[in-house]
């Protein structure tokens, strides 16, 4: 096979494969009906994916938001301006660095977790069996991490974004002599202003953490569906979940951030 | 009654069912025995509708299996059992739930007779003590006890079994034959049981077909074929080693 073919061999799978994340999409929508019958084991997947989720992103949320006062009251303070940190700070955390850090955690211990079970599931014939009692693995097994993973996504999000901040304003107080006073004002002042009963910055964040969560799930269980050949292509479906997923924030991010602000103004 | 004309199947290059025909009369257990990659178990797939044949007549109580929408698909499921190498259980499920599970997405039953309904087919192959036990928590021969009472427990007018001693010991696979020709005697269901197990098509088998070359190579019961002297019967049935 020559390099041509190659790329289009290659290309043809990535479209084959982007076709079947749609699709499985769709019918993950098309099987919301279930849901009042998958209530209890959906809400078992949500409560998972929060513990599992929740010591890590909080940890990373706090120092995320530290090193962010910190690297801007460096610059601010040559100018004399460190009073705007809170803002500042608090901007950066609900618009992009709260769900980008839950998204990104959550593909690395739910998502990956996700492809693994249904991964196992899929090699050891457990969907099949599943499809031979006409059970719709759809509705059985994607549905409910999907909408665990939308729902937890934002609250996790909104956590993060307040840890962040947190985190942000011990820093300030410790390192840059803002006082907790003027930073938490500056914080609130900047969300605050707002005509919505969400402010902008962080409706915007929680509607990109929605997505992330939808994403994740969707891609990490459509992973594990397609995988085969044992543990070799469990271990494949859980790093095409990771890579997938992450690849997916950022470009859904960037597609949120600049509809929201630059399209829609 | 599990009618299959002509199939034929192919997997890229590999030509795997050459065009496999047979039948199995309602109430009766037909043994599918050949070489391992030979495609019994994609006749079994392609019966149940997880495998489209690339032709040929797939028909299940008269009805034709390719051609079925997914509605008709899942209907006739519901009449049919599906015995795993494995048991295929759900890991996360107990035992009892395992069972449960058809009749919770399916039937209208409340959960007393559910319940009923798991503890008999539970009793009848031997479980009953290990209901509420995790499938990571039982033996091989075990979870295939529990998947026999999971394709059972929906009284299913057709099972099929695929290795259904495979990696058991001899004491066990006993008790599983006699539980498959138990099923077909009690409860009048129409078997297809895929084995390399001579013990297995000589206890539970009312017709043996054996698979040469993508197609049956030798059919008859038990005793036509162990006294036909033909080495595909011989190989299969005549050592008289399991």
């Known amino acids: 096979m020559n390099a041509p073919q190659l790329v289009g061999q290659s290309l043809r799978k990535r479209v084959n494969d982007a076709g079947f994340v749609v699709d499985l999409l769709l019918r993950t929508a098309l099987s919301l009906g279930f849901l009042p019958r998958r209530t209890r084991f959906t809400l078992d997947m949500a409560f998972n994916a929060g513990v599992r989720a929740l010591p890590v992103t909080m940890v990373v949320a706090a120092f995320a938001g530290a090193i962010l006062a910190m690297q801007t009251g460096i610059e601010l303070r040559r100018f004399g301006d460190t009073g705007v940190l809170g803002t500042i700070t608090a901007l950066s955390m609900c618009r992009e660095m709260g769900p980008f850090i839950t998204g990104v955690i959550l593909a690395a211990t739910v998502g990956s977790s996700m492809a693994a079970e249904i991964g196992t599931m899929k090699v050891s014939d457990e969907v099949t069996a599943l499809e031979v009692m006409s059970v719709d693995p759809i509705n059985y097994l994607v549905m409910p991490r999907v909408i665990a993973l939308a729902v937890m996504c934002p609250l996790l999000t909104a956590l993060t974004d307040f840890v962040g901040i947190c985190g942000g304003s011990l820093v300030a107080a410790q390192n840059l002599g803002v006082s907790q006073t003027l930073f938490w004002n500056s914080a609130y002042d900047a969300l605050a202003s707002s005509e919505h009963f969400l402010p902008k910055e962080v409706y915007v964040g929680l509607f990109k953490a929605l997505v992330f969560g939808t994403a994740i799930a969707t891609v990490s269980c459509a992973a594990g569906l397609r995988a085969n050949g044992g543990a070799l292509g469990v271990g494949l479906a859980v790093q095409t979940a990771v890579r997938n997923s992450v690849i997916l924030i950022i470009v859904l991010g960037f597609i949120i951030t600049w509809f929201f602000y630059f399209l829609a103004g | 009654m599990i009618e299959l004309n002509d199939v034929k199947k192919q997997f890229g290059d590999r030509q795997i069912l050459a065009g496999i025909s047979l039948s199995v009369p309602r109430g009766m257990n037909y043994v599918l025995m050949g070489p391992s990659g030979s495609g019994k178990s994609v006749t079994l797939r392609n019966i149940i509708g997880i495998v489209r044949p690339d032709s040929g007549s797939v028909r299940v109580g008269g009805m034709e299996v390719p051609t079925m929408d997914r509605d008709q698909l899942m209907a006739l499921r519901r009449r049919m059992g599906y015995l795993f190498q494995n048991g295929a259980l759900i890991n996360w499920l107990s035992v009892a739930q395992n069972v449960a599970l058809p009749l919770q997405e399916h039937s209208k039953l409340s959960s007393?007779?559910?319940?009923?309904?798991?503890?008999?087919?539970?009793?009848?192959?031997?479980?009953?003590?290990?209901?509420?036990?995790?499938?990571?928590?039982?033996?091989?021969?075990?979870?295939?006890?529990?998947?026999?009472?999971?394709?059972?427990?929906?009284?299913?007018?057709?099972?099929?079994?695929?290795?259904?001693?495979?990696?058991?010991?001899?004491?066990?696979?006993?008790?599983?034959?006699?539980?498959?020709?138990?099923?077909?005697?009690?409860?009048?269901?129409?078997?297809?049981?895929?084995?390399?197990?001579?013990?297995?098509?000589?206890?539970?088998?009312?017709?043996?077909?054996?698979?040469?070359?993508?197609?049956?190579?030798?059919?008859?019961?038990?005793?036509?074929?162990?006294?036909?002297?033909?080495?595909?019967?011989k190989a299969f049935l005549g050592s008289g080693a399991d």
């Open chain 2, 112 to 233: 007393s007779e559910v319940d009923d309904r798991v503890q008999d087919v539970l009793r009848m192959v031997g479980m009953q003590n290990s209901a509420e036990q995790s499938p990571t928590d039982i033996s091989g021969g075990m979870k295939l006890r529990v998947g026999l009472a999971r394709a059972l427990v929906t009284q299913p007018e057709y099972v099929l079994y695929d290795e259904p001693n495979a990696g058991l010991d001899p004491i066990i696979s006993h008790q599983i034959h006699e539980l498959i020709a138990e099923v077909r005697d009690r409860l009048g269901v129409t078997g297809l049981i895929v084995t390399h197990s001579r013990a297995c098509a000589v206890h539970c088998g009312d017709r043996i077909g054996i698979l040469e070359n993508g197609r049956i190579g030798l059919e008859g019961s038990v005793a036509e074929l162990t006294s036909s002297g033909h080495p595909l019967a």
